[in-house]
């Protein structure tokens, strides 16, 4: 299938069963403890009518499948530099995409599509919904030829020799592969906060689940807590916690492997393949110009093991994603060196950059935080334990905190930096996870600046840059400087009228 | 040409470079006091209906009447002259290159927009507005829900000569071979 999609054409037919599944799939994930539930009380004649139920959905799922795979027909405008998909079942829509504004192209294989040997494919774009296109079956040829049309539409005349060529690139050695070894050092490094919400919300799934089962077996709740609360002596919370606190690593190591699985990165001519997974292998193609946000980061372990996680962020507008939406416009890196973070970093800016004058918060940026953080909450405490007995023996821990805050909020005050030079604005900032954000000044929407009453005698003022992938702030900056620093950052933004993606 | 040299070469410019800070803002109209004091007085006018009926019929708030009715004229005392304070604050700017607009309540934040960053412009006229001729301008970038700005108050016929003004520009950032 060697076309160059200029005339409508339908997905590959097995996308039927993909469709399906996938339908399938979300009606069970809704209804799976109903079903559980229904299950165990039900007797046994009934069981029949359970299998038809199932037998019922599948049909349901294939038949719409059908009917979503007869109508969802994809072109590619070569005049208009678009991307035509047709899709819908009742009502018909049509969803334009001008080329130029597509930000990655992803082709993604689940096991399902791994089993039938088919692809996917997704067209992020940077449309003010957020709309995205998703192909669910393409064979593995059309795939990588669309995403080239795709991606490279400067040059409609000279496509064809051009795209074997491309292709021969992708055969090539990537240049930064992630080996085994360094992803279990990423996963026993980074990432703690993401696997603990995932804990976290499974087990809030699970307890508010199980409680409704409950209701509906109507088991004695009090017979469970009262076994419960008898397994909570002192030395088994600590067992429980350190349980706990394996649980996470494992969680975490296995997240980073399912991830990042053989990530490699393959330089194309204008743009950047990203591969990396488990079981579901996906591959990314982005475009470095269309990079926003460039940030790596690096904690004390990582540092003392050499390695550091680099982020690429792009443009993502705001309310109308949906949450693991945006998350998808930030492509991680983890575990480069800092040669290969060098190497990427000049890909995407051009350069490596170079810090350049630094500017550094005044002593007041640690007012508020200990104030609101430390002070209000310990006196708060203070208050209770004197006037309750039960707490008083605590008393102790107020200390604690009060010191481990005092130094973590020096720490992040040590750390609030904001390095300027003539192409680059550097941003450093983090407490455990120390984090370096780069921006371009052509990359900058607008700019706030903003100084509270107080501070005007002492010239201390903040500073927000809004960017299309997120805002960079400096706070309780020398107002004077950084109101030359704007002024500036807007001669750079207007004089060139540079396009910033 | 290392980087350094470079940029202290740009350092002297930036003395000379247009300063933000000093451009004389124009206030909003006038009037444009009278419609917050519109919008002040409904919101207090439900606020006092709600509190009224609580009074009324619980038992429990009115106990606590004092407490609540003083309170209550504090609020309204206290965000009139908020509102009054940041008010005089408002004020914007239309550069040939950019847009700025001051506001803020508490802290005093300037937002400036590169118009070759302006991804579209909204005129807006709302029922008060329109029945003392204001509108209200708002300018979109792609920097999201924050970077954006909204100016209320501005004379209708001027804020349809900015958004006009502000279109042509836009159409001349986009065709620029006309820009000559």
């Known amino acids: 299938m060697d076309n160059d999609f200029s005339k409508p054409q339908r997905e590959s037919a097995f996308g039927i069963v993909v469709m399906g599944a996938h339908t399938a799939l979300q009606i069970a994930k809704g209804t799976f403890f109903i079903f559980i539930a229904a299950f165990i009380q039900m007797p046994i004649t009934t069981f029949t009518y359970l299998l038809l139920g199932i037998a019922a959905i599948l049909l349901i799922s294939i038949f719409f499948s059908y009917l979503w795979y007869l109508n969802f027909t994809f072109f590619l405008n070569k005049e208009k530099q678009e991307f035509v998909v047709n899709k819908g079942i009742l009502n018909k829509d049509q969803l334009i995409i001008q080329l130029d504004k597509i930000q990655q192209v992803n082709i993604n294989q689940n096991i399902l599509q791994k089993i039938i040997g088919v692809y996917g494919l997704k067209i992020d774009t940077a449309g003010a919904h957020g709309e995205e296109v998703s192909i669910r079956a393409i064979d593995e040829t059309s795939a990588y030829n669309l995403k080239e049309h795709l991606l490279h539409r400067t040059n409609a005349a000279v496509v064809t020799p051009e795209i074997k060529h491309q292709n021969h690139l ?332 | 040409m290392s980087a350094d040299s470079l940029f202290t070469n740009e350092t002297i410019d930036l003395d000379r470079l247009p300063k933000y800070e000093e451009i004389l803002l124009k206030q909003p109209h006038p009037d444009y006091w009278k419609i917050i004091c519109i919008n002040l007085t409904i919101f207090f006018g439900i606020l006092a209906i709600i509190t009224g009926t609580l009074l009324l019929l619980a038992d429990d708030v009115k106990r606590q009447a004092i407490w609540i009715i003083s309170s209550y004229f504090v609020l309204l005392a206290a965000s009139f002259l908020l509102f009054r304070l940041s008010f005089k604050k408002r004020g914007y700017a239309l550069r040939k290159h950019d847009m700025l607009y001051k506001s803020g309540i508490i802290a005093e934040s300037t937002t400036i927009v590169p118009l070759n960053r302006i991804q579209h412009i909204e005129l807006n006229e709302g029922l008060f507005s329109r029945m003392y001729n204001l509108g209200s301008l708002q300018l979109f970038t792609a920097g999201g829900q924050t970077g954006h700005i909204r100016i209320g108050g501005i004379a209708i016929d001027e804020a349809k000569s900015i958004r006009d003004l502000l279109l042509k520009k836009l159409d001349m950032l986009e065709n620029p071979e006309t820009e000559a």
């Open chain 1, 170 to 501: 992708t055969e090539e050695a990537p240049f930064l592969k992630i080996s085994t070894w360094t992803l279990f050092k990423v996963g026993l490094t980074s990432n703690y906060g993401q696997s603990l919400g995932l804990l976290i919300a499974f087990f809030y799934t699970v307890i508010y689940e199980g409680r409704q089962l409950l209701d509906a077996f109507k088991i004695n709740k009090d017979e469970i807590q009262s076994t419960v609360a008898g397994m909570l002596t002192i030395i088994s919370v600590f067992i429980l916690i350190a349980c706990l606190l394996l649980v996470l690593l494992v969680i975490n190591l296995v997240r980073t492997f399912y991830k990042y699985y053989e990530l490699e990165i393959t330089r194309h001519k204008n743009t950047l393949l990203l591969s990396s997974g488990l079981i579901a292998k996906k591959n990314t193609l982005i475009s470095p110009n269309k990079v926003q946000i460039t940030k790596y980061s690096q904690n004390y372990f990582q540092k003392k093991m050499n390695m550091l996680n680099l982020s690429l962020k792009q443009a993502h507008f705001g309310q109308s994603k949906k949450g693991h939406e945006m998350q998808g416009n930030t492509l991680e890196i983890p575990g480069c060196n800092p040669t290969e973070r060098d190497e990427l970093l000049k890909m995407i800016l051009g350069e490596a950059p170079l810090f350049g004058k630094t500017f550094i918060p005044d002593w007041r940026f640690l007012n508020l935080p200990i104030f609101f953080k430390l002070i209000l909450p310990v006196a708060i405490f203070l208050i209770v334990a004197f006037n309750v007995a039960e707490v008083k023996p605590y008393m102790g821990i107020a200390i604690g905190y009060f010191l481990i805050g005092i130094l973590m909020i020096y720490i992040s005050y040590r750390r609030h930096r904001i390095s300027v030079n003539q192409d680059f604005i550097i941003k450093k900032s983090g407490i455990w996870d120390i984090s370096n954000e780069i921006v371009m000044p052509n990359k900058i929407q607008a700019i706030t600046t903003f100084q509270y009453p107080w501070h005007k005698g002492v010239d201390v003022g903040h500073l927000s840059l809004h960017t299309a992938a997120g805002q960079i702030h400096f706070k309780y900056g020398n107002y004077t400087e950084i109101k030359k620093l704007v002024n500036y950052w807007l001669y750079q933004i207007e004089q060139k009228n540079e396009d910033w993606m």
